[in-house]
């Protein structure tokens, strides 16, 4: 067992096409070489996702393999530096599941110093404790392998990235901008569809019909209020209020002529929205539930999901005493939970992270930030046998890749709280009934 554990997850390295895109690459290669260097008795655990293999849709099994050392050779030739100088240990996740089920993989990553533990999960001792380790796919109903190490045991998850994932790749350049291959980068799924619709709009539309669509999607709101003076008048209830807003408009000449007819505009097109709204409604209704059934949407009633790995933590607690911390990735949101002077750890991704912010006025789509967070937690011994947890962030400016008008109609998102540098976890002396107490990055 070594002094100290650095973690790491979630890098997604390889795919088709367009997702041989590494934008981190440098400063993992960097990061590979600082450990190298580091005067330690230290094992780097990447627990989960190192590769995407179920992104590749050319070649088959170990052959993936090849692909990826032909694509990546400094990556393996930095790997094989580094562990010559401390341990590397992988673990499987879901999109490199086929680690699990292949034995070449021991062999062949064997050969660069990186040693594949075809194991659901791991332990580690640090001082007096352990430190219980997954990638977390298992609590995820739709990339949960149903029988771990079997090559054909492949969840929904694999069927959607092999049709949807590894095609976007493959599209991704043909778009006015190279946005598609971000897909990856979209957490949960369901927020695929409307991030589809944001890039069409803000993207990929004919900017003439971007540009004379903007003015009444940002009058919407008024024109809503529009279509009740209207309604007022209409029925003979109230008419002032129309007659004032005709005098204020005709007051500003052919300027308010214009926003007249683009507020008429409004209501014409929000007559036809309430006109489809309930036939729309009951479809959007059965879409809905038949996607429900298939497990794609969860309902409304369903916990968040950073519960059900909160309830996976608390089970290995209740199962193993002397486990300290419970290390998990997967969902890309790196976190830090304290549960009953216990501790469990997200251990985030390298790709880029995507933030949605509403537009400030109309029904416009969605704008989606980019933004990375690379980040890696550091486990040592600390004093009376305790656990000693520290996390790390590695510098790496954002994309910036935002159109003018995405910045024009939203403000940019407000900074990820930060996750705390140093927490120390008891090791296994007597813990009492503790609340729940949690820091997290969103």
Same mark, same amino acid.
Do not use: C
């Given at each position: 067992?070594?002094?100290?554990?650095?973690?790491?997850?979630?890098?997604?390295?390889?795919?088709?096409?367009?997702?041989?895109?590494?934008?981190?690459?440098?400063?993992?290669?960097?990061?590979?070489?600082?450990?190298?260097?580091?005067?330690?008795?230290?094992?780097?655990?990447?627990?989960?996702?190192?590769?995407?293999?179920?992104?590749?849709?050319?070649?088959? @099994?170990?052959?993936?393999?090849?692909?990826?050392?032909?694509?990546?050779?400094?990556?393996?030739?930095?790997?094989?530096?580094?562990?010559?100088?401390?341990?590397?240990?992988?673990?499987?996740?879901?999109?490199?599941?086929?680690?699990?089920?292949?034995?070449?993989?021991?062999?062949?990553?064997?050969?660069?110093?990186?040693?594949?533990?075809?194991?659901?999960?791991?332990?580690?001792?640090?001082?007096?404790?352990?430190?219980?380790?997954?990638? @977390?796919?298992?609590?995820?109903?739709?990339?949960?392998?149903?029988?771990?190490?079997?090559?054909?045991?492949?969840?929904?998850?694999?069927?959607?990235?092999?049709?949807?994932?590894?095609?976007?790749?493959?599209?991704?350049?043909?778009?006015?901008?190279?946005?598609?291959?971000?897909?990856?980068?979209?957490?949960?799924?369901?927020?695929?569809?409307?991030?589809?619709?944001?890039?069409?709009?803000?993207?990929?539309?004919?900017?003439?019909?971007?540009?004379? &669509?903007?003015?009444?999607?940002?009058?919407?709101? $008024?024109?809503?209020?529009?279509?009740?003076?209207?309604?007022?008048?209409?029925?003979?209830?109230?008419?002032?209020?129309?007659?004032?807003?005709?005098?204020?408009?005709?007051?500003?000449?052919?300027?308010?002529?214009?926003?007249?007819?683009?507020?008429?505009?409004?209501?014409?097109?929000?007559?036809?929205?309430?006109?489809?709204? &309930?036939?729309?409604? /009951?479809?959007?209704?059965?879409?809905?539930?038949?996607?429900?059934?298939?497990?794609? /949407?969860?309902?409304?009633?369903?916990?968040?999901?950073?519960?059900?790995?909160?309830?996976?933590?608390?089970?290995?607690?209740?199962?193993?005493?002397?486990?300290?911390?419970?290390?998990?990735?997967?969902?890309?949101?790196?976190?830090?939970?304290?549960?009953?002077?216990?501790?469990?750890?997200?251990?985030?991704?390298?790709?880029?992270?995507?933030?949605?912010?509403?537009?400030?006025?109309?029904?416009?789509?969605?704008?989606?930030?980019?933004?990375?967070?690379?980040?890696?937690?550091?486990?040592?011994?600390?004093?009376?046998?305790?656990?000693?947890?520290?996390?790390?962030? $590695? %510098?790496?400016?954002?994309?910036?890749? %935002?159109?003018?008008?995405?910045?024009?109609?939203?403000?940019?998102?407000?900074?990820?709280?930060?996750?705390?540098?140093?927490?120390?976890?008891?090791?296994?002396?007597?813990?009492?009934?503790?609340?729940?107490?949690?820091?997290?990055?969103?």
């Amino acid at each position: 067992m070594a002094d100290v554990y650095y973690f790491i997850s979630d890098l997604h390295v390889g795919g088709d096409e367009q997702l041989r895109q590494v934008d981190f690459l440098d400063e993992l290669l960097a990061f590979l070489g600082d450990l190298e260097e580091r005067d330690e008795d230290a094992e780097l655990i990447i627990n989960g996702d190192a590769f995407g293999l179920w992104e590749f849709t050319e070649v088959e @099994g170990p052959a993936k393999f090849d692909a990826l050392l032909d694509r990546y050779p400094e990556l393996f030739e930095q790997l094989e530096a580094t562990g010559r100088a401390v341990s590397i240990t992988l673990i499987p996740g879901n999109h490199d599941y086929e680690l699990a089920a292949y034995p070449e993989y021991v062999d062949r990553l064997a050969e660069y110093n990186v040693t594949l533990e075809q194991e659901v999960s791991i332990e580690r001792t640090v001082g007096d404790s352990l430190v219980h380790v997954e990638h @977390g796919m298992q609590e995820d109903p739709n990339n949960r392998t149903p029988d771990f190490g079997n090559p054909y045991a492949n969840p929904p998850g694999y069927f959607v990235n092999r049709q949807i994932t590894s095609r976007a790749g493959q599209l991704s350049d043909r778009g006015k901008y190279n946005w598609l291959k971000d897909i990856q980068a979209v957490t949960p799924m369901t927020e695929i569809p409307e991030w589809l619709v944001s890039n069409y709009f803000y993207r990929e539309m004919s900017s003439w019909l971007r540009f004379s &669509v903007v003015p009444f999607f940002l009058l919407f709101n $008024i024109g809503v209020l529009y279509v009740a003076i209207f309604a007022l008048d209409w029925f003979d209830v109230w008419s002032l209020p129309l007659t004032l807003v005709e005098e204020l408009l005709g007051s500003f000449g052919p300027a308010g002529r214009l926003v007249e007819l683009v507020l008429a505009g409004n209501l014409v097109m929000i007559v036809l929205i309430l006109a489809i709204s &309930v036939p729309l409604a /009951v479809f959007v209704w059965d879409a809905r539930r038949t996607l429900r059934r298939f497990g794609l /949407v969860r309902p409304s009633t369903e916990r968040e999901p950073v519960e059900k790995y909160l309830d996976r933590a608390r089970d290995v607690f209740a199962s193993e005493p002397r486990v300290a911390v419970y290390v998990y990735g997967h969902t890309h949101r790196p976190s830090v939970t304290e549960i009953d002077e216990r501790l469990v750890v997200n251990t985030g991704t390298w790709l880029k992270r995507l933030r949605r912010v509403d537009p400030l006025l109309g029904v416009l789509p969605p704008v989606y930030y980019a933004a990375y967070q690379l980040n890696y937690f550091r486990l040592s011994a600390a004093d009376d046998g305790d656990v000693l947890v520290e996390y790390e962030v $590695i %510098e790496k400016s954002d994309p910036d890749d %935002e159109t003018v008008l995405q910045r024009l109609l939203t403000r940019p998102p407000r900074r990820r709280k930060e996750l705390p540098e140093k927490t120390v976890v008891n090791g296994s002396r007597e813990r009492g009934p503790q609340p729940d107490r949690s820091e997290v990055t969103e």
